[in-house]
């Protein structure tokens, strides 16, 4: 055989084993993210974030247009890695014997739209969903604020679930906001992040504070934090605090 023809016998053979090899790396992207996903809902249970079958985790499969998340209406102490569902960005089942959860459209839309996020997280959660209830934003009144939302907590449109109107409310919002937290008026919280831990942890920060800022207003009216000062502290958080080669995710919760 020819030098060129074994190169092009190399190539073919090459680009035969590359297809089987992708689908590999996906099915184990996949695995973890599932496995992940049952950790990060007992995460919300653990901070008190939902109740019954409310709420959801749903996380980016890397490289792909595909999402993990929660199935509809399955309690969390039932969840298993094998009962996670993935489905597509138009929102259809692509894997998984169970119905995906009826927010998984605002999920998908956020994900089509923001092509930095890999986590999205949706919690009722009761000091936040409080504010959303009044259709109020939180004002950025601490320093925790400052440094994980970067401002106050905006509040979105009402919308309806069922299709991707919530998706849309959330992303026209966080667009004009470094927050990676918004209340959805008469809803509750939507968080988003780098990957689902990230996007946990903003719904988790954001409870924390709902509930601060609510508690200071029984005192009386909550002094905000010029936004100078806002600043500084948003920009240390998110480039100085901690330690240095840590992952990503330990060091905040939106992608700059």
């Known amino acids: 055989m020819s030098e060129r023809s074994e190169r092009t ?4 053979e090459r680009s035969e084993r590359t297809p089987g090899t992708a689908q590999r790396t996906v099915t184990a992207a996949i695995t973890g993210l599932r496995a992940q996903l049952v950790d990060l809902h ?14 959801n985790v749903s996380a980016r499969v890397p490289g792909e247009q595909l999402l993990v998340i929660k199935p509809s209406g399955v309690s969390y102490d039932e969840l298993t890695p094998n009962s996670m569902v993935v489905c597509d960005f138009d929102g259809n089942l692509v ?8 927010d998984t459209a605002a999920h998908a839309y956020i994900y089509r739209e923001m092509p930095e996020i890999g986590g999205v997280v949706h919690t009722h959660s009761t000091y936040a ?10 004002p950025c009144a601490l320093t925790a604020m400052a440094d994980e ?22 992303v026209a919002t966080l667009s004009g906001h470094r927050s990676p937290a918004v209340l959805m008026r008469n809803h509750g919280v939507f968080a988003v992040g780098r990957d ?13 504070v709902a509930r601060t800022v609510h508690i200071a207003r029984q005192l009386g009216e909550p002094v905000p934090i ?26 905040g919760v939106r992608p700059r």
């Open 95 to 102: 894997e998984g014997e169970l119905s995906p959860s009826s």
């Open 42 to 55: 007992r995460e919300l249970l653990r901070w008190g974030l939902v109740v019954w079958t409310a709420g």
């Open 149 to 170: 939302f970067g401002g106050e907590i905006p509040v979105g449109p009402f919308a309806l679930i069922g299709n991707d109107d919530i998706g849309r409310g959330v």
């Open 129 to 138: 969903s409080a504010w959303a209830a009044r259709a109020e934003p939180i």
């Open 9 to 12: 016998t190399g190539t073919a």
């Open 226 to 251: 010029a936004q100078a000062d806002v600043d500084r502290l948003h920009d240390r958080y998110q480039n100085v605090y901690g330690q240095h080669g840590i992952p990503a995710t330990d060091k």
């Open 196 to 208: 689902a831990r990230t996007a946990v942890q903003a719904a988790v920060m954001c409870e924390d």
